[in-house]
Each structure stands twice: as structure tokens, then as C-alpha cells.
């Protein structure tokens, strides 16, 4: 069965800094693997996803992530933090079974 | 393209009480999700209909849970003799189906937030 480890939950950084978030999965196939940002009380939006291809994603709001395959690892990256990116960020890994499978989540907290 | 919608956005209900949720998907998605996120953990997979057939079922939604898709548009989620512990915010999410070996992108509403009294 997969699995998906955020070894983080909670980060605090201060505004401009960077920023990376940790991902580990757990998967016997290729897998699809996503990241989702959630504010308080909110659903969650779409930042950047992993099908195929290129191993460096381009997300929104100028993320990115890296799939590395021997590491099982697809870490989220920013390089300047702003303080409108404060949110819990949550990495999934998809299945042939169609659902998605997420980790825990890590709550980012952005000092001014 | 107005995005997933969910309704209720907050229940308060007293245990014991049944309570109906709705999900309203993005328009011509063939496929759609419901899943539970309880606090401090990452949602989990409940249930997903393809159309109006239900797939597959997770052991997390006992028999006092119930889905339905009937016209395979708008989705419900009925929680029968509710408990405390059916608390949880409740997410319905959905994808056009089209992805390839049966993972596309899945799109999340703003979920349902449950408490049981």
C-alpha cells in the first residue's frame, strides 16, 4: 500500500527567505505525486504536480518541486517567501485505483 | 468554470442525528471523490464514483455512511445515527477521468466542516 511521510509538521520562516518542504512516498509503481496547499478552513488548491517527464515542476505561485526517484523524495521548493504563502501544505501520491493517498501535512508559518 | 462546491460549509449537529451533505462537481467531470480530513491529519479516501457508479469504498465508511451520484452529476453523502467521533471536515474533490492508467489531477471544494455534539 503506498504511503506518504511529511517528516515536518510545522516550519517557521521569515519573509524572503526560502523555503522547502519535505516529501517522502512510498510506492511499488511509477508514481503520480502531487502537492496541495489548504488555509484555515479551507479546501485544498492544487500547486504543482508529477506525472512523467522532467523531474523539476513548476507550480503556482512560484513553487516548485523535485522528484527524485532514488531518494523517493519530491520536495517543495520556494525561493522567497511571502507572507500570503502561511498555510498547511499537504504531498500526496496517486494510485491506479484512482485515489490519492496524503501525508499529514506541514503547517508553514511566515514571520514578518 | 465555478470549481467544485459543497454544501452545507458548516453543520453542527447533535448525536444520534442523520445529516446530508452535497457536492456539486466541475461541469462534465466523469469522476468524483469524497473524502475525510480530521484535525491535524491529511484528508482520507472515502469513496468514488465514476459517473453514477459507485467504484470503490474505503473501510473507513461503515454502513452508517451511504453515497450517491444518481444522475452521475452532483454527488450526496449521508451520515445516518451520527457519533462524535464523525467530527471531521468532509471534502468531495473531482477529475475529468481522462488521465492515463486512471490517475488525472483531482479538483478539491472547500469542504464541509461536521461537528457532533
Known amino acids: 500500500a503506498q504511503s506518504v511521510t511529511q517528516p515536518d509538521i510545522h516550519i517557521t520562516v521569515s519573509e524572503g527567505a526560502s523555503l522547502e518542504l519535505r516529501c517522502n512516498y512510498s510506492y511499488g509503481a511509477t508514481p503520480y505525486l502531487f502537492w496541495y496547499v489548504q488555509s484555515p478552513g479551507q479546501g485544498l488548491q492544487l500547486l504543482l504536480k508529477y506525472f512523467s517527464g522532467d523531474t523539476l515542476v513548476q507550480g503556482i505561485k512560484g513553487f516548485e518541486a523535485e522528484f527524485k526517484r532514488s531518494q523517493s523524495s519530491f520536495n517543495l521548493r520556494k525561493p522567497s517567501v511571502h507572507w500570503s504563502d502561511a498555510a498547511e501544505y499537504f504531498c500526496a501520491v496517486g494510485s491506479s485505483n484512482y485515489k490519492l493517498t496524503f501525508g499529514k501535512g506541514t503547517l508553514l508559518t511566515v514571520n514578518p | 468554470d465555478t470549481g467544485v462546491s459543497q454544501d452545507p460549509r458548516h453543520k453542527i449537529t447533535k448525536r444520534g442525528q442523520n445529516v446530508t451533505f452535497r457536492c456539486d462537481p466541475i461541469?462534465?467531470?466523469?469522476?468524483l471523490y469524497w473524502y475525510r480530513q480530521t484535525l491535524g491529519q491529511g484528508p482520507e479516501f472515502l469513496t468514488y464514483?465514476?459517473?453514477?457508479?459507485?467504484?470503490?469504498k474505503s473501510r473507513l465508511l461503515s454502513d452508517r455512511f451511504s453515497a450517491e451520484r444518481p444522475k452521475g452529476s452532483f454527488s450526496t453523502l449521508e451520515i445516518q445515527r451520527t457519533e462524535q467521533g464523525d467530527s471531521a471536515m468532509y471534502l468531495c474533490?473531482?477529475?475529468?477521468?481522462?488521465?492515463?492508467?486512471?490517475?488525472?489531477?483531482?479538483?478539491f471544494g472547500p469542504g464541509t466542516r461536521l461537528t457532533v455534539l
Open positions: 461541469s462534465e467531470h466523469n469522476r
Open positions: 464514483f465514476q459517473n453514477e457508479a459507485q467504484l470503490e
Open positions: 474533490a473531482s477529475s475529468t477521468g481522462a488521465g492515463r492508467q486512471g490517475i488525472d489531477t483531482q479538483y
